[in-house]
Protein backbone atom coordinates (compact mmCIF):
# COMPACT_ATOMS: atom_id res chain seq x y z
CA UNK A 1 0.00 0.00 0.00
CA UNK A 2 1.19 3.79 -0.11
CA UNK A 3 1.31 3.83 3.35
CA UNK A 4 4.28 0.79 3.17
CA UNK A 5 6.35 2.88 0.18
CA UNK A 6 5.74 6.85 2.36
CA UNK A 7 6.80 5.31 5.76
CA UNK A 8 9.97 2.90 4.45
CA UNK A 9 13.07 4.87 6.22
CA UNK A 10 15.67 5.19 3.38
CA UNK A 11 18.99 5.53 5.61
CA UNK A 12 17.36 3.26 8.62
CA UNK A 13 17.14 -0.86 7.90
CA UNK A 14 13.94 -2.07 7.73
CA UNK A 15 13.00 -5.59 6.17
CA UNK A 16 11.34 -5.89 2.83
CA UNK A 17 8.31 -7.47 4.37
CA UNK A 18 7.07 -9.37 7.32
CA UNK A 19 7.72 -8.54 11.20
CA UNK A 20 11.14 -6.83 12.83
CA UNK A 21 12.20 -6.79 16.56
CA UNK A 22 15.68 -6.96 18.39
CA UNK A 23 18.86 -6.94 16.77
CA UNK A 24 20.70 -10.07 17.17
CA UNK A 25 24.66 -11.47 16.34
CA UNK A 26 26.14 -8.19 15.84
CA UNK A 27 29.52 -8.74 15.02
CA UNK A 28 32.05 -8.00 12.21
CA UNK A 29 33.79 -11.35 10.97
CA UNK A 30 36.95 -9.48 9.40
CA UNK A 31 35.40 -8.27 6.42
CA UNK A 32 31.63 -7.63 7.12
CA UNK A 33 29.12 -6.40 9.40
CA UNK A 34 26.28 -8.80 10.57
CA UNK A 35 23.10 -7.36 11.12
CA UNK A 36 20.42 -10.23 12.43
CA UNK A 37 17.32 -9.69 13.94
CA UNK A 38 13.96 -11.34 15.15
CA UNK A 39 12.20 -11.62 12.38
CA UNK A 40 8.63 -13.39 11.47
CA UNK A 41 8.93 -13.94 7.34
CA UNK A 42 5.53 -14.65 7.40
CA UNK A 43 3.45 -11.89 8.58
CA UNK A 44 3.33 -8.68 9.70
CA UNK A 45 3.32 -9.77 13.34
CA UNK A 46 5.28 -11.02 16.42
CA UNK A 47 5.91 -14.42 16.04
CA UNK A 48 7.30 -17.73 14.45
CA UNK A 49 11.03 -16.02 15.30
CA UNK A 50 13.68 -16.64 12.96
CA UNK A 51 16.86 -15.18 12.31
CA UNK A 52 16.70 -12.60 9.54
CA UNK A 53 19.81 -11.64 8.48
CA UNK A 54 21.48 -8.52 6.57
CA UNK A 55 25.25 -7.58 6.01
CA UNK A 56 27.45 -4.39 5.20
CA UNK A 57 30.96 -3.26 5.18
CA UNK A 58 29.83 0.36 7.02
CA UNK A 59 26.68 -0.62 8.68
CA UNK A 60 24.32 1.80 6.89
CA UNK A 61 24.32 0.44 3.46
CA UNK A 62 23.13 -2.95 3.99
CA UNK A 63 22.39 -6.13 1.25
CA UNK A 64 19.58 -8.33 2.40
CA UNK A 65 20.53 -12.21 2.86
CA UNK A 66 18.80 -15.52 3.21
CA UNK A 67 17.46 -16.00 6.79
CA UNK A 68 20.14 -17.20 9.11
CA UNK A 69 18.07 -19.26 11.83
CA UNK A 70 14.85 -20.68 11.37
CA UNK A 71 12.24 -21.86 14.06
CA UNK A 72 12.38 -25.21 14.14
CA UNK A 73 10.21 -28.10 16.43
CA UNK A 74 12.12 -27.16 19.72
CA UNK A 75 11.18 -23.68 19.33
CA UNK A 76 11.30 -19.77 17.76
CA UNK A 77 15.22 -18.65 17.33
CA UNK A 78 14.76 -16.07 20.14
CA UNK A 79 17.07 -12.87 20.83
CA UNK A 80 20.91 -13.50 20.84
CA UNK A 81 24.97 -12.94 19.74
CA UNK A 82 27.02 -14.23 17.23
CA UNK A 83 31.14 -14.76 18.05
CA UNK A 84 34.15 -15.21 15.60
CA UNK A 85 35.56 -18.46 17.02
CA UNK A 86 39.12 -17.53 15.33
CA UNK A 87 41.06 -20.22 17.17
CA UNK A 88 38.46 -23.07 17.06
CA UNK A 89 38.11 -23.23 20.96
CA UNK A 90 34.43 -24.54 20.38
CA UNK A 91 36.58 -27.70 18.38
CA UNK A 92 33.29 -27.66 16.07
CA UNK A 93 35.37 -25.94 13.32
CA UNK A 94 37.67 -28.48 11.04
CA UNK A 95 40.44 -26.07 9.72
CA UNK A 96 42.80 -23.67 11.36
CA UNK A 97 40.68 -20.56 10.69
CA UNK A 98 37.85 -21.41 13.02
CA UNK A 99 34.55 -19.57 12.28
CA UNK A 100 31.68 -17.75 13.34
CA UNK A 101 29.40 -19.41 16.74
CA UNK A 102 25.88 -18.01 16.95
CA UNK A 103 24.17 -18.57 20.83
CA UNK A 104 20.38 -17.80 20.76
CA UNK A 105 17.64 -18.86 22.54
CA UNK A 106 15.07 -21.23 21.61
CA UNK A 107 11.79 -20.44 22.92
CA UNK A 108 9.26 -22.76 23.26
CA UNK A 109 6.32 -21.95 25.47
CA UNK A 110 7.73 -23.83 29.21
CA UNK A 111 10.99 -23.70 28.51
CA UNK A 112 13.75 -21.16 27.76
CA UNK A 113 17.45 -22.30 27.01
CA UNK A 114 20.43 -21.03 24.98
CA UNK A 115 21.45 -23.10 22.05
CA UNK A 116 24.66 -23.20 19.89
CA UNK A 117 24.65 -22.89 16.02
CA UNK A 118 27.92 -22.80 13.67
CA UNK A 119 28.83 -21.39 10.27
CA UNK A 120 31.56 -22.54 7.79
CA UNK A 121 30.45 -19.59 5.23
CA UNK A 122 31.10 -16.29 6.86
CA UNK A 123 27.71 -16.07 9.21
CA UNK A 124 25.63 -16.63 5.78
CA UNK A 125 24.19 -20.14 6.82
CA UNK A 126 24.12 -21.90 10.27
CA UNK A 127 23.83 -25.71 11.57
CA UNK A 128 22.91 -26.43 15.01
CA UNK A 129 24.89 -28.03 16.91
CA UNK A 130 24.13 -31.60 17.87
CA UNK A 131 24.07 -31.63 21.67
CA UNK A 132 21.72 -28.09 21.74
CA UNK A 133 21.00 -27.11 24.28
CA UNK A 134 24.31 -25.85 25.71
CA UNK A 135 22.90 -24.03 28.49
CA UNK A 136 19.49 -24.97 30.56
CA UNK A 137 18.46 -24.29 33.69
CA UNK A 138 14.62 -26.07 33.71
CA UNK A 139 13.16 -22.19 33.35
CA UNK A 140 10.90 -20.31 31.08
CA UNK A 141 11.94 -17.20 31.35
CA UNK A 142 16.00 -17.56 30.94
CA UNK A 143 17.13 -15.40 27.36
CA UNK A 144 19.10 -13.58 25.27
CA UNK A 145 22.43 -14.78 25.67
CA UNK A 146 25.41 -12.06 24.76
CA UNK A 147 28.85 -13.80 24.93
CA UNK A 148 31.80 -11.95 24.89
CA UNK A 149 35.59 -12.76 25.28
CA UNK A 150 37.34 -11.60 28.79
CA UNK A 151 41.19 -11.43 27.59
CA UNK A 152 42.01 -10.52 31.17
CA UNK A 153 40.32 -14.24 32.34
CA UNK A 154 41.25 -15.49 28.95
CA UNK A 155 37.79 -17.18 28.93
CA UNK A 156 34.09 -16.66 27.43
CA UNK A 157 31.68 -14.94 29.39
CA UNK A 158 27.90 -14.93 28.65
CA UNK A 159 25.45 -12.60 29.87
CA UNK A 160 22.09 -13.52 30.24
CA UNK A 161 18.22 -12.53 31.32
CA UNK A 162 16.70 -14.40 34.30
CA UNK A 163 14.12 -12.07 32.81
CA UNK A 164 11.44 -12.19 35.50
CA UNK A 165 13.60 -12.58 38.35
CA UNK A 166 15.25 -9.25 37.04
CA UNK A 167 18.53 -10.60 36.86
CA UNK A 168 21.61 -10.35 34.21
CA UNK A 169 23.09 -13.93 35.14
CA UNK A 170 27.20 -14.25 34.26
CA UNK A 171 28.62 -17.48 33.20
CA UNK A 172 32.12 -18.63 31.88
CA UNK A 173 33.70 -20.93 29.68
CA UNK A 174 36.26 -22.43 27.41
CA UNK A 175 34.94 -23.68 25.22
CA UNK A 176 31.57 -22.43 24.25
CA UNK A 177 29.45 -25.32 24.80
CA UNK A 178 30.10 -25.83 28.62
CA UNK A 179 29.29 -23.07 30.85
CA UNK A 180 29.78 -22.78 35.02
CA UNK A 181 27.88 -20.22 36.67
CA UNK A 182 29.47 -17.38 38.14
CA UNK A 183 27.39 -14.30 39.59
CA UNK A 184 23.86 -13.06 39.36
CA UNK A 185 23.86 -9.29 38.96
CA UNK A 186 20.44 -7.65 40.32
CA UNK A 187 17.65 -7.13 40.47
CA UNK A 188 18.79 -3.62 40.04
CA UNK A 189 16.90 -0.77 38.20
CA UNK A 190 13.84 -0.30 37.40
CA UNK A 191 10.44 -2.60 37.97
CA UNK A 192 8.80 -3.22 35.23
CA UNK A 193 8.26 -6.88 34.01
CA UNK A 194 10.80 -8.65 32.10
CA UNK A 195 14.42 -7.65 32.34
CA UNK A 196 15.84 -8.52 28.51
CA UNK A 197 18.76 -8.65 26.12
CA UNK A 198 21.13 -7.74 28.57
CA UNK A 199 24.35 -6.66 27.03
CA UNK A 200 28.09 -5.59 28.49
CA UNK A 201 31.44 -4.02 27.25
CA UNK A 202 33.99 -1.52 27.66
CA UNK A 203 33.12 1.79 26.72
CA UNK A 204 35.54 4.34 26.39
CA UNK A 205 35.47 7.59 28.50
CA UNK A 206 36.37 10.57 26.37
CA UNK A 207 38.65 12.17 29.29
CA UNK A 208 40.81 8.61 29.29
CA UNK A 209 40.16 5.21 30.61
CA UNK A 210 37.00 3.47 29.98
CA UNK A 211 34.57 1.52 31.87
CA UNK A 212 31.95 -1.35 31.68
CA UNK A 213 28.67 -0.37 30.60
CA UNK A 214 25.74 -3.18 31.11
CA UNK A 215 22.42 -2.27 29.33
CA UNK A 216 19.69 -4.03 30.50
CA UNK A 217 16.30 -3.76 28.50
CA UNK A 218 12.96 -3.60 30.28
CA UNK A 219 9.55 -4.46 29.28
CA UNK A 220 6.74 -3.21 29.65
CA UNK A 221 7.72 -0.68 32.51
CA UNK A 222 9.31 2.06 31.38
CA UNK A 223 9.32 5.63 32.51
CA UNK A 224 7.81 6.59 29.07
CA UNK A 225 5.45 3.25 29.04
CA UNK A 226 6.07 -0.31 27.49
CA UNK A 227 9.78 -0.88 26.47
CA UNK A 228 13.11 1.20 27.53
CA UNK A 229 16.99 0.05 27.63
CA UNK A 230 18.79 0.79 31.04
CA UNK A 231 22.45 0.80 31.58
CA UNK A 232 24.37 0.69 34.45
CA UNK A 233 28.23 2.02 34.73
CA UNK A 234 30.75 -0.14 36.70
CA UNK A 235 33.41 -2.65 36.36
CA UNK A 236 33.52 -6.09 35.69
CA UNK A 237 36.24 -8.34 37.20
CA UNK A 238 35.74 -11.53 35.24
CA UNK A 239 32.88 -12.86 37.97
CA UNK A 240 30.75 -9.79 38.47
CA UNK A 241 29.38 -7.17 37.47
CA UNK A 242 29.69 -3.96 40.00
CA UNK A 243 28.05 -0.89 39.34
CA UNK A 244 30.07 2.31 40.42
CA UNK A 245 26.98 3.68 41.90
CA UNK A 246 23.44 3.33 42.88
CA UNK A 247 22.07 5.25 39.61
CA UNK A 248 20.87 3.74 36.69
CA UNK A 249 20.42 5.49 33.18
CA UNK A 250 18.38 5.47 30.77
CA UNK A 251 19.64 5.05 26.80
CA UNK A 252 16.94 7.34 25.29
CA UNK A 253 14.50 10.14 26.51
CA UNK A 254 11.40 9.15 24.13
CA UNK A 255 10.65 5.36 23.92
CA UNK A 256 11.06 3.84 20.76
CA UNK A 257 14.35 2.41 21.50
CA UNK A 258 14.71 -1.04 22.91
CA UNK A 259 16.69 -4.56 23.00
CA UNK A 260 19.60 -2.25 22.55
CA UNK A 261 22.79 -4.59 21.16
CA UNK A 262 26.37 -4.07 21.14
CA UNK A 263 28.80 -4.99 17.92
CA UNK A 264 31.29 -8.00 18.79
CA UNK A 265 34.94 -8.35 17.80
CA UNK A 266 34.92 -4.77 16.46
CA UNK A 267 38.68 -3.79 13.96
CA UNK A 268 39.39 -1.46 16.64
CA UNK A 269 38.46 -0.23 20.68
CA UNK A 270 34.81 0.61 19.75
CA UNK A 271 31.89 0.53 21.09
CA UNK A 272 29.18 1.00 18.34
CA UNK A 273 25.44 -0.27 18.90
CA UNK A 274 22.10 -0.59 17.35
CA UNK A 275 18.49 -0.99 18.92
CA UNK A 276 15.01 -1.80 17.81
CA UNK A 277 13.33 1.33 16.54
CA UNK A 278 10.11 0.35 18.32
CA UNK A 279 8.03 -0.35 21.43
CA UNK A 280 6.33 -3.91 22.30
CA UNK A 281 3.03 -1.47 23.12
CA UNK A 282 2.15 -0.42 19.21
CA UNK A 283 4.73 -2.46 17.06
CA UNK A 284 2.02 -4.52 16.14
CA UNK A 285 -0.39 -1.78 14.89
CA UNK A 286 1.78 0.43 12.90
CA UNK A 287 -0.01 1.85 10.13
CA UNK A 288 2.29 -0.26 7.72
CA UNK A 289 1.03 -3.69 6.19
CA UNK A 290 3.86 -5.41 4.66
CA UNK A 291 6.24 -4.98 7.26
CA UNK A 292 6.96 -3.53 10.22
CA UNK A 293 9.87 -2.84 12.20
CA UNK A 294 12.88 -0.93 11.85
CA UNK A 295 16.60 -0.73 13.28
CA UNK A 296 18.26 2.75 15.02
CA UNK A 297 21.46 3.97 12.79
CA UNK A 298 24.27 2.60 14.17
CA UNK A 299 25.50 4.79 17.04
CA UNK A 300 29.30 5.04 18.35
CA UNK A 301 28.71 5.16 22.30
CA UNK A 302 31.24 6.80 24.76
CA UNK A 303 31.34 7.79 28.49
CA UNK A 304 31.36 11.49 29.67
CA UNK A 305 30.87 13.16 32.80
CA UNK A 306 27.67 15.65 32.80
CA UNK A 307 27.38 18.76 34.29
CA UNK A 308 26.95 17.17 38.08
CA UNK A 309 30.23 14.87 37.22
CA UNK A 310 28.34 11.51 36.83
CA UNK A 311 30.04 9.22 33.78
CA UNK A 312 27.01 9.30 31.21
CA UNK A 313 26.21 7.28 28.18
CA UNK A 314 26.86 9.79 25.10
CA UNK A 315 25.62 8.55 21.67
CA UNK A 316 26.39 9.80 17.81
CA UNK A 317 25.09 8.48 14.39
CA UNK A 318 28.17 6.22 13.28
CA UNK A 319 29.38 7.38 9.47
CA UNK A 320 26.24 9.40 8.82
CA UNK A 321 28.40 12.09 7.36
CA UNK A 322 29.21 9.82 4.60
CA UNK A 323 25.60 9.66 3.31
CA UNK A 324 25.33 13.81 3.20
CA UNK A 325 24.01 14.86 -0.19
CA UNK A 326 23.09 18.39 -1.13
CA UNK A 327 23.53 20.60 1.84
CA UNK A 328 19.92 22.86 1.84
CA UNK A 329 20.62 26.45 1.93
CA UNK A 330 18.98 27.99 5.16
CA UNK A 331 20.89 30.78 6.55
CA UNK A 332 20.31 32.36 9.88
CA UNK A 333 22.09 34.07 12.16
CA UNK A 334 19.09 35.66 14.34
CA UNK A 335 16.40 35.67 15.48
CA UNK A 336 14.55 38.43 16.83
CA UNK A 337 11.68 37.48 20.16
CA UNK A 338 8.70 36.22 18.80
CA UNK A 339 10.03 36.26 14.94
CA UNK A 340 10.82 33.28 12.89
CA UNK A 341 12.61 31.63 10.11
CA UNK A 342 11.49 29.17 7.45
CA UNK A 343 12.82 26.91 4.48
CA UNK A 344 11.19 23.97 1.79
CA UNK A 345 12.10 20.74 2.81
CA UNK A 346 12.53 18.57 -0.42
CA UNK A 347 9.65 15.83 0.16
CA UNK A 348 10.88 12.12 0.73
CA UNK A 349 13.78 12.82 1.73
CA UNK A 350 15.70 11.78 4.86
CA UNK A 351 17.43 14.80 6.53
CA UNK A 352 20.10 15.64 8.63
CA UNK A 353 19.97 19.07 10.83
CA UNK A 354 22.80 19.97 12.60
CA UNK A 355 22.04 23.70 15.18
CA UNK A 356 23.75 25.45 17.85
CA UNK A 357 21.67 27.95 19.46
CA UNK A 358 21.80 30.27 22.77
CA UNK A 359 19.39 32.03 23.87
CA UNK A 360 19.24 35.71 25.16
CA UNK A 361 19.54 36.47 28.97
CA UNK A 362 16.13 36.89 30.55
CA UNK A 363 15.85 40.75 31.25
CA UNK A 364 16.10 41.61 34.82
CA UNK A 365 13.40 43.89 34.60
CA UNK A 366 10.91 41.98 33.96
CA UNK A 367 7.35 43.75 34.84
CA UNK A 368 5.89 41.09 37.75
CA UNK A 369 2.66 40.00 34.57
CA UNK A 370 5.76 38.67 32.77
CA UNK A 371 7.71 37.09 35.88
CA UNK A 372 7.21 33.40 34.39
CA UNK A 373 8.00 34.23 31.19
CA UNK A 374 10.71 32.00 29.20
CA UNK A 375 12.87 31.80 26.30
CA UNK A 376 11.82 29.09 24.32
CA UNK A 377 13.74 28.02 20.87
CA UNK A 378 11.04 25.78 18.41
CA UNK A 379 12.08 23.98 15.79
CA UNK A 380 9.21 22.68 13.73
CA UNK A 381 8.62 20.81 11.03
CA UNK A 382 5.94 20.47 9.42
CA UNK A 383 3.42 20.74 6.24
CA UNK A 384 0.26 22.83 5.13
CA UNK A 385 -1.97 20.28 6.03
CA UNK A 386 -1.71 21.70 10.10
CA UNK A 387 0.82 18.57 10.79
CA UNK A 388 3.44 19.36 13.34
CA UNK A 389 6.58 18.16 14.83
CA UNK A 390 7.90 19.77 17.27
CA UNK A 391 11.69 20.10 19.23
CA UNK A 392 11.49 22.86 21.22
CA UNK A 393 13.99 24.50 24.25
CA UNK A 394 13.27 26.03 27.27
CA UNK A 395 16.66 28.23 27.52
CA UNK A 396 15.53 28.97 31.21
CA UNK A 397 15.49 25.47 32.97
CA UNK A 398 17.65 23.93 30.37
CA UNK A 399 14.84 21.62 29.07
CA UNK A 400 14.29 20.09 26.02
CA UNK A 401 10.66 18.47 24.48
CA UNK A 402 9.68 16.66 21.42
CA UNK A 403 6.24 16.80 20.16
CA UNK A 404 4.94 14.28 17.88
CA UNK A 405 1.58 14.57 18.81
CA UNK A 406 0.29 16.63 16.16
CA UNK A 407 1.22 14.33 13.28
CA UNK A 408 -2.31 12.64 12.19
CA UNK A 409 -1.19 9.18 10.74
CA UNK A 410 -1.12 7.08 13.75
CA UNK A 411 -3.27 7.23 17.16
CA UNK A 412 -3.38 4.23 19.95
CA UNK A 413 -3.72 4.62 23.64
CA UNK A 414 0.39 4.02 24.21
CA UNK A 415 1.41 6.04 21.38
CA UNK A 416 2.14 8.88 23.07
CA UNK A 417 3.15 12.10 22.04
CA UNK A 418 5.28 14.36 24.36
CA UNK A 419 8.81 13.47 26.10
CA UNK A 420 11.07 15.82 27.43
CA UNK A 421 14.85 16.00 29.10
CA UNK A 422 17.06 18.07 30.85
CA UNK A 423 20.42 19.39 29.01
CA UNK A 424 22.47 21.10 31.12
CA UNK A 425 20.83 22.81 33.67
CA UNK A 426 20.90 26.98 33.45
CA UNK A 427 22.35 26.99 30.56
CA UNK A 428 21.32 28.92 27.63
CA UNK A 429 23.18 27.10 24.99
CA UNK A 430 21.86 23.53 23.24
CA UNK A 431 23.06 21.89 20.05
CA UNK A 432 21.38 19.43 18.39
CA UNK A 433 21.42 17.27 15.97
CA UNK A 434 18.50 15.45 14.79
CA UNK A 435 17.98 12.86 11.52
CA UNK A 436 14.64 12.62 10.10
CA UNK A 437 13.48 9.44 8.12
CA UNK A 438 10.18 8.51 6.98
CA UNK A 439 8.37 7.05 10.46
CA UNK A 440 11.82 7.58 12.19
CA UNK A 441 13.15 10.71 14.12
CA UNK A 442 16.18 10.54 16.23
CA UNK A 443 17.60 13.65 18.38
CA UNK A 444 21.28 13.86 19.54
CA UNK A 445 21.02 16.27 21.80
CA UNK A 446 24.37 18.36 23.64
CA UNK A 447 26.70 15.74 21.81
CA UNK A 448 24.98 13.19 22.13
CA UNK A 449 23.87 13.06 26.39
CA UNK A 450 20.67 13.23 25.48
CA UNK A 451 19.12 10.86 22.83
CA UNK A 452 15.27 10.71 21.73
CA UNK A 453 13.96 7.80 19.15
CA UNK A 454 11.22 8.32 18.34
CA UNK A 455 8.54 6.63 15.23
CA UNK A 456 7.25 9.34 13.64
CA UNK A 457 3.65 9.01 11.71
CA UNK A 458 2.02 12.05 9.53
CA UNK A 459 -0.16 11.63 6.59
CA UNK A 460 1.60 14.05 4.21
CA UNK A 461 5.09 15.29 3.90
CA UNK A 462 6.72 17.24 6.49
CA UNK A 463 7.86 20.29 3.77
CA UNK A 464 8.94 23.26 5.79
CA UNK A 465 11.50 23.29 8.63
CA UNK A 466 10.46 26.82 10.73
CA UNK A 467 13.35 28.16 13.28
CA UNK A 468 10.86 30.20 15.85
CA UNK A 469 12.33 32.19 18.84
CA UNK A 470 9.70 32.67 21.85
CA UNK A 471 9.73 35.00 24.75
CA UNK A 472 13.50 35.62 24.12
CA UNK A 473 15.68 36.12 21.22
CA UNK A 474 18.36 33.51 19.71
CA UNK A 475 21.64 33.94 18.06
CA UNK A 476 22.27 31.03 15.48
CA UNK A 477 25.91 29.46 15.38
CA UNK A 478 25.13 27.06 13.74
CA UNK A 479 22.43 25.82 11.50
CA UNK A 480 23.63 23.41 8.84
CA UNK A 481 20.42 21.14 6.51
CA UNK A 482 21.22 17.80 4.11
CA UNK A 483 19.66 15.87 2.44
CA UNK A 484 20.95 12.30 3.06
CA UNK A 485 21.26 9.32 0.58
CA UNK A 486 19.77 6.44 0.04
CA UNK A 487 21.53 3.08 2.10
CA UNK A 488 18.37 0.66 0.98
CA UNK A 489 17.21 0.29 -2.58
C1 LIG B 1 12.95 -8.41 23.42
C2 LIG B 1 12.48 -9.84 23.29
C3 LIG B 1 13.53 -10.81 23.77
C4 LIG B 1 13.20 -12.06 23.02
C5 LIG B 1 12.72 -11.53 21.70
C6 LIG B 1 11.62 -12.32 21.07
O1 LIG B 1 12.27 -7.53 22.59
O2 LIG B 1 11.27 -10.02 23.97
O3 LIG B 1 13.55 -10.99 25.17
O4 LIG B 1 14.30 -12.91 22.90
O5 LIG B 1 12.29 -10.20 21.93
O6 LIG B 1 11.38 -11.90 19.75
Not at 183 to 197: A, I, K, N, Q, T
Request: net charge negative.
Amino acid sequence: TGSDVFYRPTVHFSPTTGFMNDPNGLVFDGERYHLYYQYDPFAPYAGHVHWGHASSTDMLHWKDQPIAIPETEAGEAFTGCAVMDRANASGLFEDSKGGMVALYTRASPDRQAQYLATSHDNGQSFTEYAHNPVLDIGSNSFRDPQVIFHKPTNQWVMVVAKSRLHQSAFYASIDLIHWVHLSDFGPSGLFGVDYECPNLIEVPIESGGSRWVLFVSVNPGGPTGGSITQYFVGQFDGTRFIPDDTVIGLTDFAKDAYALQVYGNMPKAEAVSIAWLGNWQYCQELPTQSWRGCMTLPRTMTLRRDFAGWLRLAQTPRGLETLRDTAIAFEVKRIAAGASAQVALPPGKALELLLSVTVDERPRDLPLGDKGRTGRFVITFGNDQGETLTIGFDAFSGQLWLDRDELKGFAQPFFTGQFSTVLNPDDRHFEIRVVLDACTLEIFANGGLSVGTALIFPVSPLDFLRLEANGAGATVEQVELFQLRKVME
